[in-house]
Each structure stands twice: as C-alpha cells, then as structure tokens.
C-alpha cells in the first residue's frame, strides 16, 4: 500500500536526515587509504546513538551492520570488514537512521585517495543521473519518467543501470512501495502524488548492469568485476517539484 505522509511525518523524517546528513558529511572527512570499513561501521553508530538515533537497518531481515560498505565491483549491501580501504579504491556507505520513528535513507560514493579517470568519471555520472531523476519527480509525472531520465543519460555516458535493485517508498518502515526503477519508459508507472516520500537511488556501472549475489546472501557485486557507484536522496513529492530531506548542501 502507498502512503502519502503527513506534515508531522515529513518533519520527523528531516530531523532524523538533519542526522544522517551530518553524519555522512563526518564520513566523507574520514575516508583515505588505510582506513577499513568496520571503523566507519562503529563511527556511524556512535554517531547515531550520540544523536539519540539508532541504525534502521542493523537488525533489518537479520542484517548485522549499522551501514553497508560496497567497495569497487560491490554493487549495494556490501558488509563492513577489517580490511584497509587502498588508495584508488571507491566505497559506497548506505545507511537508515531512526531518530524518534522518522527514518532517513541515503547511499554516497566516496573517493579513497587517487581515482583514476574513469572511476571518477563514473562517480561523476552516477550522480548527475540521481538528479536527473530527481527533477522527474513532479506531482503528476509518472514512476517510468525518474528511471528513464537516469537510463538514457547513464547509457548515453557509456555506463549501465543496475537492474535488479530500486528505489522506494519509506516511512514508517524501511522499504515500502512503491518500487522506484531506474530505468524504464516515460509515461509509464504509477503517477506520482503530492506527499508520496520515496527514494531515488541509482546503481551505476562502468560494465555490464548484471550482478551476483555474495555467499552472505545480502551483498551484490557486478559479474564483470567492473565497479559500481551509488547515490541516494530521499525525497518528498510536492506541488513545488521535488523537496530533498538528504541535500548536502543545505
């Protein structure tokens, strides 16, 4: 069932993005060669618990981390581990903070060091393509619009969009519908409605869209080996066009 949410529920998913926001921009500072994803784990939930927050999605289906941390061919959900980020490496750090049952959602690629060109250049795309879908999400406009704006301008820059894992709705739980494809047809899709709050979420990859799940049945990398980028807004549909609760730059 889709939920369009109230003006107290909005208000509580941005106090708890206020907190995931911050938190990122904590993360983005400490990430360089050397540092392993499980130090960024227990950081960010520190950080949450400091905020009177809790991590979402430890717990979630038996997920045992407070972020996912995919690294170069990890393509999403990728577990927190004791090995050294390298320099030239890229990592994606997802996390869901609870803050008094408001959730937020957003996923950032983050640079390790020097990226070599055409890494950078896919981090570049990747979210440029998030915005891209994120001025289709105007009241009135349909699902189909945000994955083929995302669709037709990743593949234009000669990269593919991960199939197999989307966007959605959220609030009060984690993952609701509707289902936020980022690829597709325009005109196509449910209409999207004033207060719907979903999130838009591309997977970008430098080679073939295909993936493969790890033997921990949680993370997914590409079948090529080739890496993959992420970036993930949660957003409030509005009369006004598309309202960010996950904007950075605020």
């Known amino acids: ?3 369009r949410k109230s003006k107290r529920e909005i208000e509580q998913m941005q106090a708890a993005a206020d907190v995931l926001v911050a938190c990122h921009k904590e993360i983005g500072k400490m990430i360089k060669p050397g540092i392993t994803t499980l130090e960024i784990d227990a950081f960010a939930e520190k950080f949450m618990a400091d905020h009177g927050a809790t991590p979402e999605q430890k717990g979630y289906n038996g997920y045992p981390y407070a972020i996912c941390a995919s690294v170069n061919d990890e393509i999403c959900h990728g577990f927190p581990t004791d090995e050294k980020l390298k320099d030239g490496d890229i990592v994606t750090i997802d ?5 008094n049952g408001g959730l937020a959602d957003s996923a950032w690629t983050y640079a390790v060091g020097n990226v070599d060109p055409v890494g950078q250049r896919l981090m570049d795309v990747t979210k440029t393509a998030l915005y891209k ?6 009241a009135g406009n349909r699902i189909g619009d945000i994955g083929h704006a995302i669709q037709s ?10 199939r197999d894992f989307t966007g959605h709705g ?3 739980t984690i993952h609701e519908d509707p289902h936020v494809p980022h690829f597709g047809l325009p ?4 209409r999207l409605k004033e207060g719907m709050v979903i999130t838009i979420e591309p997977m970008i990859n430098e080679g073939t869209w295909e993936s493969q799940m790890d033997d921990n049945g949680w993370t997914a990398r590409t079948i090529d080996k080739g890496r993959s980028a992420q970036y993930e807004h949660q957003i409030v549909i509005t009369k006004e066009g598309a309202m960010i609760l996950t904007d950075q730059d605020r």
């Open 133 to 138: 879908g994120i001025e289709q999400a105007q």
């Open 95 to 99: 996390m869901v903070v609870n803050l």
């Open 187 to 190: 005109n196509k899709g449910l």
């Open 153 to 162: 301008y990743a593949e234009e820059e000669g990269f593919s969009v991960v």
């Open 170 to 172: 959220i609030g009060p």
């Open 1 to 3: 069932m889709i939920t």
